[in-house]
């Protein structure tokens, strides 16, 4: 998975969204994200090159998947104020995604392809930090680190 030492420079599997802008709705400590239907997909480089300054170099490589989420996505950002200071905590989505794509492809020694493994797609379940990336890298207005995990929609058809 990782060409040395665990982290996004090493890494031979990314994952890149296509743009978007996220609409906002806020109920007190609570804060939604409302994201559009959208297409990201993940890429195998095999020369890792992945660099959080540069969130576009996530996209090079071999792209071996695409998936579009199925339905707006809402996530939830928690925040607290402390003596008079607001602070996000964390946020938090859930959301499914279609297999709309994906190409065959050999890593460690073995023939995979996302098809055969996931069906037709995801549900995938993500955690955000609350501070984000600084200095934001140029073209982008904010970036979140975040960690995810998912489960196979079963079988299409």
């Known amino acids: 998975m990782f060409d040395g030492e665990p982290g996004e420079t090493t890494a031979h599997f990314t994952f890149a969204a296509k743009p978007f802008k996220a609409q906002a709705a806020a109920n007190g400590v609570l804060?939604?994200?409302?994201?559009?239907?959208?297409?990201?997909?993940?890429?195998?480089?095999r020369?890792?090159?992945?660099?959080?300054?540069?969130?576009?170099?996530?996209?090079?490589?071999?792209?071996?998947a695409t998936f579009r989420r199925i339905s707006l996505v809402v996530g939830t950002t928690v925040s607290d104020t402390i003596a008079g200071t607001t602070a996000v905590l964390f946020g938090t989505?859930?959301?499914?995604?279609?297999?709309?794509a994906s190409a065959p492809f050999d890593f460690g020694g073995r023939r995979h392809?996302?098809?055969?493994?996931?069906?037709?797609?995801?549900?995938?379940?993500g955690t955000s930090a609350a501070t984000q990336i600084e200095p934001t890298p140029v073209g982008y207005k904010r970036v979140l680190p975040f960690t995810g995990s998912a489960i196979a929609l079963g079988r299409a058809g």
Request: contains cysteine; aromatic residues 14%; charged residues 15%.
């Open 31 to 45: 804060s939604l994200g409302l994201d559009p239907v959208g297409e990201f997909s993940l890429y195998l480089q």
């Open 47 to 64: 020369k890792p090159v992945g660099t959080f300054d540069d969130p576009a170099s996530f996209a090079k490589g071999e792209c071996i």
């Open 93 to 100: 989505n859930v959301f499914s995604a279609r297999l709309i």
């Open 113 to 125: 392809d996302f098809a055969h493994y996931l069906g037709a797609g995801i549900t995938q379940f």
